[in-house]
């Protein structure tokens, strides 16, 4: 194994710990991650190995807004654009998540679809770059979205845990988009796909 790829290797595991701790509600599960926390920082120390620069976690580094990624996939005759429906509360959403440490932003999309939708897909073009907390006050960390146009490439396959269901809705008859976001601005990154646009702020 190169340096370059424990280096990556060793990020995965505390992006995937961090992220974990962050979001699980099961104290197994917590304990877990927590117990893995401790390993690699072991590990690191009996090694003597050192990131150059600063860690990323530590984020003692020039502020900068986090980055997510949604994708738009339309059914063949462009007039249905395919939304998952989150588990958390029941409403839809693009395909799409968190941009991951060492995937491109394209990379990042794409893994996202394959975990939500169910389904490989390629990408066909950027169709937005957009300030997701422009009109709205938030104390959230500051986030930009980038929305891809994508085109599937496989059958459909069970979505991820957070997916209830997912499914193609009439361009004009969208349904209730999840409380996590700005509907209008959802709407505006599949208006720019439908218009073969690029949209930004």
Do not use: W
């Not at 390993?39 to 580094?61: D, Q, W």
């Amino acid at each position: 194994m190169k340096d370059n790829d424990l280096t990556d290797f060793l990020l995965k595991i505390e992006e995937l710990t961090r992220s974990g701790l962050k979001y699980t509600k099961d104290e197994y599960a917590r304990d877990n991650y927590q117990c893995l926390e401790k390993e690699v920082k072991r590990f690191l120390a009996l090694k003597s190995i050192t990131f150059e620069g600063e860690n990323i976690f530590k984020r003692n580094i020039y502020p900068t807004p986090s980055v997510s990624v949604r994708t738009v996939i339309f059914s063949s005759d462009r007039k249905k654009v395919l939304l998952v429906q989150e588990r958390q509360d029941g409403l839809y959403s693009l395909p799409g998540g968190f941009a991951e440490l060492s995937l491109s932003p394209a990379e990042s999309a794409l893994k996202e679809v394959y975990e939500e939708a169910g389904v490989q897909a390629k990408i066909i073009s950027c169709v937005a770059v957009l300030d997701r907390y422009r009109n709205i006050p938030t104390k959230s960390a500051p986030e930009y979205i980038i929305g891809f146009e994508g085109e599937i490439v496989s059958d459909f396959h069970e979505p991820c845990f957070e997916i209830i269901s997912r499914d193609y809705f009439p361009l004009d008859d969208l349904p209730d988009f999840s409380h996590k976001h700005d509907p209008e601005q959802m709407k505006k990154i599949i208006q720019a796909a439908k218009d073969k646009k690029m949209i930004f702020d």
